[in-house]
């Protein structure tokens, strides 16, 4: 459906179809603390967090290995070189308004949220409608009695929807909050010209329920990191056209310097929080195997894979400057043995990682191919635990933009929560990136959050059946590999033609239901 039509019949069905749960209990007020049965030593008791998650991806998708045989290159080049398997594919007959609304009127019935219950909703996007009205004023049709509802689209590439996430948090956290619910809107169609990059091309949906006494919860939300800076890695600066100009080694190299400031600033927030200082023995320090989980921004997957060596890589490179410090402490305690050549020795490598990586500038080692096997070989069964289920639907719904690292946190729910592996008191860091640049990471806390009664509570196992993600992506039409170029040129000459317009893109029996 349109996002017009859409509008209106997935409004009329809120306002008709749901019954309007009972006024929110104000025992669930900003004043209430609950307490976690696997108790964290830090955090203001509110544990604001993720409440639900809800997915929409196009019905339709395209085999990385068929698409591999009808672009005419080596077979294992977008499935091994990219580490992808599928890519979701729609035409001109969905927009991100109409993915929107759908998704987000899928969070509502699944849970039975009272849309009067949400006082804030803010999307996050890059894929834009129209350049002045927002995503957040079409949702509001799915809120017929409630117009007391705060943010707004937020833009910046792929990080647009982290930024509406973290606005949420805050609002939730702070004393603005009146009780209510926030829902966070992450939507995009991932379009490319022809070239490299079109493989990686995908679409899909994330909203996010946010509240407190959450069962993944920002516990102590003083746990995160920012990266900030200005590159043109990726823009898009032809409003008449939905493709970016791409400097693909630029934009992976941007990724890289993102996540590794973050991921040095997260471990020192960290370590400092838990009073671990430079002297502490190795294992105290947060490590890239300190979380039970991660979730990456995934544009495709074997970005992912090399970006969580890299941490395996900053590890090294910390703990190599840290036996620096206490070699030069020891020297200065023990100036006979200085003076006897003993105790000089540069502390050895860690692992099979080259000794001179551990000290040249890190620029100088993004295009190091024996670095990167090294660090691929070191990080393998650790990237299999801790990455692999947060990554298993991008792999085969391909990249969404904003949506990729809520896909990411999605999946692991669908995955791991279904094993029920995900218990409390285990973690999960969150890395977003979004070009031009701004990045962030933050941890989750895994929780069983406890009900005093009268407020409602939300557990990771519900979510996990609700959300059957896997299951549903098991239901997709796969169709031939020229469907992405039609699907893209009806997308194009949307945007040439404007309004108004009739979508031409077959849909007949190709989509999925606007509700459940």
Not at 96 to 105: C, E, F, K, P
Not at 240 to 263: F, H, I, K, M, T
Not at 408 to 436: C, I, M, N, P, Q
Request: aromatic residues 8%.
């Amino acid at each position: 459906m349109t996002s017009h039509t859409g509008a209106m019949a997935v409004g009329a069905t809120v306002a008709g179809g749901i019954a309007l749960r009972q006024a929110f209990n104000r025992s669930n007020s900003k004043d209430t603390k609950t307490t976690a049965s696997t108790t964290t030593p830090r955090g203001n008791g509110k544990n604001v967090g993720i409440l639900a998650l809800e997915v929409y991806t196009p019905r339709t998708y395209i085999s990385q290995t068929a698409l591999e045989e009808h672009s005419g290159v080596s077979a294992g080049r977008y499935t091994l070189g990219l580490g992808q398997e599928g890519l979701a594919v729609t035409g001109d007959a969905e927009d991100v308004n109409s993915m929107a609304l759908t998704v987000t009127h899928s969070l509502l019935e699944k849970y039975n949220i009272d849309p009067n219950s949400i006082g804030r909703l803010e999307v996050g996007t890059e894929t834009l409608v129209d350049k002045s009205k927002s995503t957040k004023t079409v949702l509001m049709d799915l809120f017929p009695n409630n117009t007391d509802i705060e943010g707004a689209t937020v833009i910046n590439a792929c990080y647009g929807g982290t930024s509406a996430l973290l606005n949420a948090f805050n609002w939730v956290e702070s004393d603005a909050w009146d009780g209510r619910y926030a829902i966070v809107v992450a939507v995009d169609i991932a379009t490319y010209a022809r070239g490299p990059a079109r493989p990686t091309c995908g679409a899909g949906a994330v909203a996010v329920l946010v509240g407190r006494n959450a069962p993944l919860a920002l516990v102590d939300p003083r746990e995160r990191a920012t990266h900030a800076s200005n590159v043109y890695d990726f823009f898009k600066p032809d409003h008449s056209v939905e493709y970016p100009v791409v400097n693909g080694a630029l934009s992976q190299e941007c990724y890289y310097r993102a996540l590794e400031d973050c991921y040095s600033k997260f471990c020192d927030r960290v370590d400092r929080l838990n009073g671990v200082v430079e002297e502490s023995a190795d294992k105290e320090h947060f490590n890239a195997e300190s979380a039970d989980y991660f979730v990456f921004h995934a544009p495709y997957n074997k970005l992912v894979q090399k970006s969580y060596g890299r941490m395996h890589f900053m590890d090294a490179r910390r703990k190599h400057a840290r036996g620096l410090v206490r070699k030069d402490s020891e020297e200065k305690k023990d100036e006979e043995d200085q003076q006897q050549g003993e105790n000089t020795k540069p502390p050895q490598s860690p692992g099979l990682i080259a000794k001179e990586c551990l000290t040249k500038p890190i620029e100088e080692t993004y295009s190091d191919k024996a670095l990167e096997g090294t660090l691929k070989s070191i990080s393998k069964a650790s990237y299999s635990q801790r990455l692999s289920d947060a990554n298993a639907a991008s792999k085969i719904v391909g990249n969404t933009y904003t949506a990729s690292v809520f896909l990411g946190l999605a999946s692991l729910v669908d995955k791991a929560g279904s094993r029920g592996d995900l218990t409390a008191g285990k973690t999960a860091v969150v890395f977003s990136y979004g070009s031009g640049a701004l990045a962030t990471m933050y941890r989750l806390h895994l929780r069983d959050p406890t009900s005093n009664g009268s407020d409602r509570v939300f557990t990771i196992d519900d979510m996990a059946k609700k959300l059957d993600l896997s299951a549903r992506l098991a239901t997709r039409e796969e169709v031939h590999p020229q469907e992405l170029d039609l699907a893209l040129e009806t997308r194009a000459r949307m945007h040439r033609g404007g309004a108004p317009y009739s979508p031409v893109y077959p849909t007949i029996g190709r989509m999925f239901p606007g509700k459940s």
